[in-house]
């Protein structure tokens, strides 16, 4: 009897209370936040203020959710309320300073940061952020005072040095600049960034061999770097590597299929080695991009009259002497090709337009490729038709220093494993693995729930739309009230588990998991309920740890609900599950032989080889680690193979 009168006490409805209980609604915000579920955060956030709306915290937290959807304007208002509820906090000027760089607002972001080195004056990255919007707004003055402070303070830091060779160089300064990047290389020699701004310098003083040497060190740190690749092919071209500077511009193109300098100046490149019929593929697809250009319709042209196509020449050629009436040059070609037709009529009117303008016009062939001269790629002087094109303007990288930039889940520490099975309403299929999860528990239980309720297993958990949130708001309402009018303790323990489902999917796993325990008091047996818990644990327990709470014991709570569910029914997921609450202890001894047992009761479950995988790669079985994320990328974990490439280089 006392029993039943705890379980019927444990059901009473909460929501009244929860209402004005913001530190939770903030607490389960900032989880679905560390998730990337932003717009369920922001609808916690919204709860939070409108039940307090005289805290900072959910305002901020709400910024930083719109400031990961890319709403700039939004994230700086919220910032501005926090910081008229609480106008000591750090971060939120920080947060308001990067909004408004985005916004191009770099007086207003040079102001909070101001106001932010008050509160702290030893933040680098504050200084860092300040000095580079100097940089953006022509300040040099001032950003190499902020500089020359940093130097003094954090006098190992290269990139501090690096920022100082950006200001010389923009005050074309390059003895200076040469100086502070030997400085900058001298502390930190593994910089990609660092070693391709010191070949910038060498390119522009036409230091051909010293840019190359550079740009080999950087394009070993940053093999991926298409404009490295470009910037190399023009320092082999202008030493006459015409077969290297064709491997560099490959190369690039295979790295940025849609980059302009690298399909023009191969072009330019191919029809100075003779190969004329692949040239005017890559003036095709510059043409693709810029349909106007005509120094590359001029290019197109020439090649297409050497390739014997006179009609298709005559077409580029006509396009351009519409824009540039008196070029004589292309005048010339174009009579050419009338000729070749037949065209004589037209051809003598080209040629007497041309003996008009310069009697003593000499036509010689057409040019080779200048080795000795180049062209912006913005100059539209057509006599350049056949210099290599350079960028108009080095773009420096700017890299604003924050916590606030990338995924937020690249704030965990090393867990690039997949993460555990739960269950969920809401079903999530991947584009490329086709595999349907079964378990003949959740089974029996999706007997007895009507459509739409129906549970399913999954690994990847939906983000959810703002209808879809206000959807699952009202279900929640719904089922709470029905368990308050139900007339028996069975009936309120199946609208009991519905709700920790619904609260699963809306990320409050706390609630979850206190509709979770009530139900496995009344039913010790259930090995859902025992499932789910310990997946809304775990996954409570990575938020947490990101927080820096100490989460040993909750991990334990996690492994014996696991054990539990697995003595009950040995299943392919409470393996798995298992495998990687062993592997966040860095038990890999124990997570392989969990993952084992989960492919022996399923041999389709990628995720299982996948971690294996990882394990075996930590626990030094290299050849046995390949193997199984080799088998997890043929059964559509298709990332494996990015691993498997890196491990293997």
Known sequence: MFRKLVLLLLLVPMTGWAQFNTDRLVMIGRSALYYEDYVLSIQYFNQAISAKPYLFEPWYYRAVAKYYLDDYVGAESDCTEAITRNPYVVGVYELRGLCKIQQKDFAGAIADYNQALRYDPESMNLWH???LCRIEQKDYEHALTDLDTMAVRWSRNARVYAMRAQVFLLQKDTTQSIAALDKSLELDAYNGHTWAQRSMISLSRKEWKESEEYLDKALHLLPKDAGLYIN??????????????????DLALDYEPNNFLGHYNRGLLRAQVGDDNRAITDFDFVLKLEPDNLMALYNRALLLENTGNPRAAIRDYSKVIEQYPNFWTGLQQRA??????????????????????????????????????MRKRSDEDIEKYNQLAVADEEDMHNEYQTDYRGRVQDHKVGMDYMPMYMLSTENFQSDVKRYIAYDRHVEQLNSKLKEGWKLHIICNQNTLSEAGTR??????????????????????L??????????????NFESAIEDLSTYLQEYPNSVVAYWQRAACQSRLNDFNASQGTDIQLKTANVLSDLTAAIRMDESAYLYYNRGNVYVKRHDYAHAIEDYTKAISLDVNLAEAYYN????????????????????????????AYSIIKRQRK
């Open 494 to 507: 199946n609208m009991l588990l519905q709700r920790a489902m619904a609260y699963c999917v809306i990320q």
């Open 129 to 131: 952020n300040r000095a």
């Open 336 to 373: 050419s090709c009338y000729r070749k037709l037949g065209m004589v009529k037209q051809a003598e009117m080209d040629e007497f337009r041309i003996l008009k303008a310069q009697i003593d016009k000499r036509f010689g062939k057409q040019p080779r490729l200048s080795k000795k001269q």
């Open 471 to 492: 959807r699952y708001f009202a279900r929640l309402d719904s089922l709470t009230t029905q368990i308050d009018k139900s007339k028996s303790t069975q009936e309120a």
């Open 612 to 639: 294996r995988g990882l394990a075996r790669l930590a626990n030094k079985q290299q050849a046995e680690g390949i193997n199984d994320l080799s088998k997890a990328g043929e059964l559509g974990l298709y990332t």
């Open 232 to 249: 190399r092919a023009l320092a082999r071209f202008n030493q006459n590597n015409l077969r290297g500077a064709m491997s560099d511009y």
